[in-house]
T-cell receptor
């Protein structure tokens, strides 16, 4: 079983739509959780960290369920500029390495 | 602030050639890592380092060597390039107390 699993998509949504991505991880000892964004042929960039209490950053909301080993990302009021691949990422207990999911592609159309 | 700098950005090698991908960071980060990204595979960890003089293997280390003689630099060596090493390579760094990882712009390597 892959350590971090995501639906590859693509998710095709119109501008203004709400879209949700899910991710599951297999290592119960994972300590930290993140969503990264990667634009085509560019390097990944941190979108937001994910906390057990849930956290929000503008139109983006992330949730973590440790019991189910499940992470989610909700994007409200989608913009054309949100089109990208969203990577679910977990770190090991020593925080020294990151494990990436394969990513979920989002395409926002006018 | 340059962040993480990778060189070269593009490279074509012949099978059997060796080369070194360079990675340098100016943020005094202790943790540095090399990943490769292939279509449909996501980013996979090749080697990583938690400080100068300390390196360890990741998920896909075969065919690659690393060393960490300084905090700033973490070069990745391909010993004898193979077509299977055609990929995009990313170097990343982070401070132990910071959740954020910073990535270089990547090196696109083709082995023919």
């Amino acid at each position: 079983r892959k350590e971090v699993e995501q639906d590859p998509g693509p998710f095709n949504v119109p501008e203004g739509a709400t879209v949700a991505f899910n991710c599951t991880y297999s290592n119960s000892a994972s300590q930290s959780f993140f969503w990264y964004r990667q634009d085509c042929r560019k390097e990944p960039k941190l979108l937001m960290s994910v906390y057990s209490s849930g956290n929000e950053d503008g139109r983006f909301t992330a949730q973590l369920n440790r019991a189910s080993q499940y992470i989610s990302l909700l994007i409200r009021d989608s913009k054309l500029s949100d089109s990208a691949t969203y990577l679910c990422v977990v770190s090991n207990s020593g925080y020294s390495t990151l494990t990436f999911g394969k990513g979920t592609m989002l395409l926002v159309s006018p | 602030n340059a962040g993480v700098t990778q060189t070269p950005k593009f490279q074509v090698l012949k099978t059997g050639q060796s080369m070194t991908l360079q990675c340098a960071q100016d943020m005094n980060h202790e943790y540095m890592s090399w990943y490769r990204q292939d279509p449909g595979m996501g980013l996979r960890l090749i080697h990583y380092s938690v400080g100068a003089g300390i390196t360890d293997q990741g998920e896909v280390p075969n065919g690659y060597n690393v060393s960490r003689s300084t905090t700033e630099d973490f070069p990745l060596r391909l010993l004898s390039a193979a077509p299977s090493q055609t990929s995009v390579y990313f170097c990343a760094s982070r401070h132990p107390s910071d959740r954020r990882a910073f990535f270089g712009q990547g090196t696109r390597l083709t082995v023919v």
